[in-house]
């Protein structure tokens, strides 16, 4: 009883500020003015994130409600409605100006923010373009479809390596793009040598988002693999997809290595070379054509420099 007399109490106090009359002579209306035609939206309204600038009744009047996005609506109920009379209808807006009304509010929060620098930004994609915030299929973040598919439907040729044989597992759901990627923008990496990553998320101490998940391969090590630490794993894993087994770039494990190591034995050199024929090294012998038999902690190693433990 207890419960429902405070339930019942708290619906009549967000009412009540729902109801409260905007300030004379404002342009502002009020949200329950806009159900009157609106009410598809306003259904359902409790649901979205949005609804909290009711909620608490704290907001000023430009930052509560319909209105908060959509501006002052006295001009647009006096005309009976039109896409023209409302200061801000977001189907009529170029993408800066959605991107700028949406960080009225969300400028708060810096990881948003970042969007004004991001690729997405910078490739006229606005916050509509992969938001709908009134009629959202996915349970979170207001996105316009399913993730995976929203990032398809730019992102063909990543549609296309998340169909090979080596792949993460984003089509099974295993895991998002987002675990990766940060949508709305990096900053700045500490990895692949200053070369700027596309939009990648950052784990841990700004490094790789591969680390979130596979963290055996952090270190850090007594012996590093420069590759590793200095240009990342992309130098010789595709990252989404591969022909090829664990992710890699070719389908023989010593063509990988030999991008790197190749020529005669100086060790004064930056590829450290290997012989291509000699005792140790005979790359036209199999058994000497899979490097991680020998060298079996390439990704760094605490007992050997040729990580061979």
């Excluded at 801000?88 to 993408?95: E, V, Y």
């Excluded at 004064?268 to 060298?295: A, E, I, Y």
Aim: aromatic share 6%; net charge positive.
């Amino acid at each position: 009883m207890r419960i429902l007399v405070l339930l019942l109490v708290t619906t009549a106090a967000v009412a009540q500020n729902q109801a409260s009359p905007p300030a004379a002579g404002s342009g502002f209306v009020g949200s329950n003015v806009c159900k009157t035609c609106h009410a598809d939206v306003w259904m359902n309204f409790y649901k979205n994130p949005h609804y909290k600038s009711i909620a608490s009744g704290k907001e000023p009047e430009e930052k509560t409600g319909c209105e908060g996005c959509h501006g002052p609506a006295q001009k647009h109920v006096e005309a009976r409605g039109g896409k023209t009379t409302i200061p801000r209808a977001f189907s009529l807006m170029q993408p800066k100006q959605a991107l700028d009304t949406c960080l009225g509010c969300h400028a708060r929060d810096l990881a948003r923010a970042n969007i004004q620098r991001s690729e997405h930004t910078q490739n006229g994609v606005a916050c509509t373009s992969c938001h709908s915030v009134h009629h959202s299929p996915t349970p979170k973040y207001l996105l316009a479809k399913k993730q995976n598919e929203l990032c398809y439907s730019c992102h063909a040729t990543v549609r296309a390596q998340f169909s090979m044989p080596s792949r993460h597992r984003v089509n099974e759901g295993f895991m998002q793009c987002s675990d990766c990627h940060n949508p709305h923008g990096s900053f700045d990496a500490t990895w692949k040598m200053g070369q700027k990553p596309r939009m990648m998320e950052q784990a841990l101490n700004a490094e790789s988002p591969c680390l979130k998940c596979h963290m055996d391969k952090r270190g850090p090590f007594v012996y590093e693999h420069p590759p590793v630490r200095v240009e990342g794993c992309e130098t010789c894993h595709n990252p989404h997809g591969s022909m090829n087994a664990k992710l890699l770039r070719r389908p023989v494990v010593f063509t990988v290595c030999l991008e790197c190591h190749n020529g005669a034995s100086d060790f004064g050199t930056r590829n450290n070379g290997v012989d291509l024929q000699s005792s140790k090294h005979n790359m036209l012998d199999p058994k000497f054509q899979k490097c991680t038999t020998c060298h079996v902690a390439i990704h760094g190693s605490n007992a050997d420099a040729y990580f061979l433990r």
